[in-house]
Nanobody
Framework: QVQLVESGGGLVQPGGSLRLSCAAS????????MRWYRQATGKERELVAH????????NYADSVKGRFTISRDNAKNTVYLQMNSLKPEDTAVYYC?????????WGQGTQVSVSS
């Protein structure tokens, strides 16, 4: 049974930091590129960050470049999103995503709220 379980979300003040984790099971994690998406209320889901199978390549949305860092630990079947200098506009549900060819998996999401 494939599972992607996100954790680490919460409420943080502007300028603060959070680290999201996504624990994967039920598939060969190291064979999949991983992504973080987010969806704010009333908006479309958007790609935040991407990391290749072995972590050699990463890409970020312009809105988070220099503030967010995606990483993965294939030994732990986990992908991370370190979020620094958070802004109110980062408030959203953050989703973990795995993809290899036509195989696509999603997590259930974790809420991140940035507010004073």
């Amino acid at each position: 049974q494939v599972q992607l379980v996100e954790s680490g979300g919460g409420l943080v003040q502007p300028g603060g930091s959070l680290r999201l984790s996504c624990a994967a099971s039920g598939f060969i994690f190291s064979n999949y590129a991983m992504r973080w998406y987010r969806q704010a209320t009333g908006k479309e889901r958007e790609l935040v960050a991407h990391i290749s199978m072995y972590g050699g390549s990463t890409n970020y949305a312009d809105s988070v470049k220099g503030r967010f860092t995606i990483s993965r630990d294939n030994a732990k079947n986990t992908v991370y999103l370190q979020m620094n200098s958070l802004k109110p506009e980062d408030t959203a549900v953050y989703y973990c995503h795995a993809r290899r060819d036509s195989n696509v998996y999603w997590g259930q999401g974790t809420q991140v709220s940035v507010s004073s």
